[in-house]
């Protein structure tokens, strides 16, 4: 059982040792701006370590955006990244599932993922699997509601798309966590790595609060249920810098066994 961290991009090599994780996430740029990322001085040594290394893609990108000057940069971007993150040896490129915004129509977001994936075929291929994340919130969300994601993996599947499955997102985004990993397996037919989140927010708020495990509405059991489940690599993507996030990954050890 591969467990880590989302730590910072600026010594991510060093965050994971500070915190005994064999698994970490980190992002090449600013989550909120249209940055390519650039080439990066430790990148053979990431590239050699023993890590689990995933690559969590700009928060900013909407691939299933119906706005034009959006959804095409989030697609360039997307690319810019899944090559950067190939680069290091990624294991993954997570992004979020995205939205179509308020008064739109959902089919058109799972219709603008297909052309995603699409434009990535023609601009030479995706060099390593795209996580696609569940959300917890966001106006007409294409992942938050697993009927949704059924809809999205239709269009995606074929392409092989990967999952990522957040706790906080799937409890905040209303939906229940036991057997959560049977029913998403039923829809995408793969769980690639679990964000092991408690949240801040209640259950179907739509709230995107991450909390340390047992601090916040989730019983942790129910998140070492879903990573143990899965078989997955786990990341948390919690508070609390070095100490939260290392009592987080020993609970995980503990309770899910190696
Ligand atoms: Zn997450």
Redesign the pocket.
């Known amino acids: 059982m591969r467990i880590g961290a989302?730590v910072d991009q600026a010594d991510p090599l060093a965050e994971a040792a500070a915190r005994g994780a064999e698994a970490v996430q980190f992002f090449l740029t600013d989550p909120q701006k249209y940055n390519s990322p650039k080439p990066r001085a430790d990148a053979e040594l990431i590239r050699a370590s023993e890590l689990d290394v995933f690559v969590?893609a700009p928060y900013i990108i909407n691939v299933a955006s119906p706005n034009n000057r959006i959804r095409i940069p989030s697609r360039k971007l997307l690319m810019a990244h899944a090559r950067a993150a190939a680069e290091l040896g990624a294991k993954g490129l997570?992004v979020h599932g995205g939205h179509v915004g308020r008064g739109a129509d959902l089919a058109d977001g799972f219709a603008n993922w297909r052309k995603a994936f699409e434009y990535a075929e023609k601009d030479g291929g995706l060099p390593l699997p795209v996580l696609i994340?569940n959300t917890a919130g966001g106006d007409n969300a294409c992942a938050r509601r697993f009927d949704d994601l059924a809809r999205l993996w239709d269009a995606v599947g074929p392409f092989g798309a990967g999952f990522?499955l957040?706790t906080?997102?799937a409890f905040a985004g209303g939906e229940e966590l036991p057997g959560i990993v049977d029913r998403v397996k039923a829809i995408t037919g793969r769980i690639d790595l679990i964000?092991a989140?408690d949240s801040k927010g209640a259950f179907d708020s739509g709230q995107d609060r991450?909390d340390n495990l047992g601090s916040g509405k989730i019983d942790p059991e129910l998140v070492v249920a879903a990573i143990r489940a899965s078989g997955a690599p786990a990341?948390v993507?919690t508070p609390g810098g070095v100490e939260g996030q290392t009592a987080d990954i020993a609970l995980l050890r503990e309770r899910a066994g190696n």
């Open positions: 989302h969590h997570i994340e990522c957040d906080c997102h964000h989140n991450h990341i993507e």
